[in-house]
Antibody, heavy 125, light 107 residues
């Protein structure tokens, strides 16, 4: 069974840091680009960023709202995805989801065919 | 950034109704659009990809259409389990952007 399980969420003060993890199972993790998507309480979905696979040199993309503060990384040997969040702001409060991009051209297979259950990050003093 | 305008933001419908949700992109995104369903407290679930392709396991009452800037998600006969919030997503260019969501409620 394909599964993504996030962990690491919690309460952090403004200006603080937090590292989220996403454990993957049931598929060949190393073959997939992986993304983070967040959802503020009662709000819509916001794409946070992406890490590509080894073949694409693990390059990353970020939303402007987190660029320079958040870093996405992965450890293919442990089937794990990470989101290092620094200089956190109250507006970063959200449920953070990891999501998988299907293997193959996006023009044929699209994005985000599998999601984790999410982990809540609360930034508050 | 590409803006995705989704309408309506909410609608009330009855079981058996035909429901249509639209998404308009601020520029041409070809057919690089997906539709997602989200129920309260749950992760989103992909319904449609590349504008009109039905995700495996999703009931055939869901369909997607459109290309360029205008897209539609149709539920041909609303079922009790379909009351949820629906989002479109453009993946034509970075940053990927979602529509604001459409909440489908019981009439």
């Amino acid at each position: 069974e394909v599964q993504l399980v996030e962990s690491g969420g919690g309460l952090v003060q403004p200006g603080g840091s937090l590292r989220l993890s996403c454990a993957a199972s049931g598929f060949t993790f190393s073959n997939h680009y992986m993304d983070w998507v967040r959802q503020a309480p009662g709000k819509g979905l916001e794409w946070v960023g992406r890490t590509r696979d080894k073949a694409s040199n693990y390059t990353t993309q970020y939303a402007a709202s987190v660029k320079g503060r958040f870093t996405i990384s992965r450890d293919d040997s442990k089937n794990s995805l990470f989101l290092q969040m620094n200089s956190l702001k109250t507006e970063d409060t959200a449920v953070y989801y990891c999501a998988r991009r299907p293997v193959g051209p996006p023009g044929r297979y699209g994005q985000f065919d599998c999601w984790g259950q999410g982990t809540l990050v609360t930034v508050s003093s | 950034d590409i803006q995705m305008t989704q309408s309506p933001s909410s609608l009330s419908a009855s079981v058996g109704d035909r429901v249509t949700i639209t998404c308009r992109a601020s520029q041409d995104i070809r057919n690089d659009l997906g539709w997602y369903q989200q129920k309260p407290g749950k992760a989103p679930k992909r319904l449609i990809y590349v504008a009109s392709n039905l995700q495996s396991g999703v009931p055939s009452r869901f369909s997607g259409s459109g290309s360029g800037t205008d897209f539609t998600l149709t539920i041909s006969s609303l079922q009790p389990e379909d009351f949820a919030t629906y989002y479109c997503l453009q993946d034509s260019s970075y940053p990927f952007t979602f529509g604001g969501g459409t909440k489908v409620e019981v009439k």
